[in-house]
């Protein structure tokens, strides 16, 4: 287990037996998401799950990982691609609670530090928070070595395009 400057805070890969508390995790990241894209929870209360089955699918392409604080679940980061020339942070998530408190970034940061190489990072526009702490990243990452676009989403073209940040981890 990999552990940061915060002795309390914890940052390592996901196991089969952290899926029960990263699924309920999960429950929190895509109703905080329902916002900015308008999906309603499924008729038993959950929501897709695409994205988490294919991180613990055992695809050695995609890298699930868990954030602690102590014995708390508090976030998680979802790396799929690593196969290819750039990876992609596929779904990220921090309770709340520990927001604002550097938990996000410190987790990001020790996350892109084990796959270096090209990445690339999407979020929502409307989601002004997310604007304001994935350009923050990239700056505490690569300084200004890094690039924005806007992209749409190819199934559903009536949602505003995501916003893709792309750099080089370490910048050249």
Not at 83 to 112: M, Q, W
Request: glycine share 8%; hydrophobic share 40%; charged share 25%.
């Amino acid at each position: 287990m990999t552990e940061t400057k915060d002795p309390g805070l914890n940052i390592r890969p996901a196991t089969p037996a952290d899926r029960p508390a990263v699924e309920r995790l999960w429950l929190l990241f895509r109703h905080d998401l329902s916002a900015f894209g308008g999906q309603l929870p499924n008729p038993d209360g959950t929501f897709r799950s695409e994205r988490l089955e294919a991180a613990f699918s055992g695809d050695p392409d995609w890298a699930p990982y868990l954030f602690s604080v102590g014995e708390n679940p508090v976030g998680f980061a979802f790396v799929r691609a690593l196969g290819g020339p750039v990876r992609v942070l596929n779904s990220f998530f921090v309770v709340r609670a520990v927001r604002r408190t550097g938990v996000g970034l410190r987790g990001i940061r020790e996350v892109v530090a084990r796959h270096p190489g090209d990445w690339e990072i999407p979020f929502q526009d409307e989601n002004t928070g997310a604007v304001r702490f994935w350009r923050r990243v990239a700056i505490e990452l690569v300084g200004e070595a890094w690039t924005e676009e806007a992209r749409p989403e190819p199934e559903r073209p009536d949602l505003v395009p995501d916003i893709w940040i792309s750099f080089r981890y370490p910048s050249p």
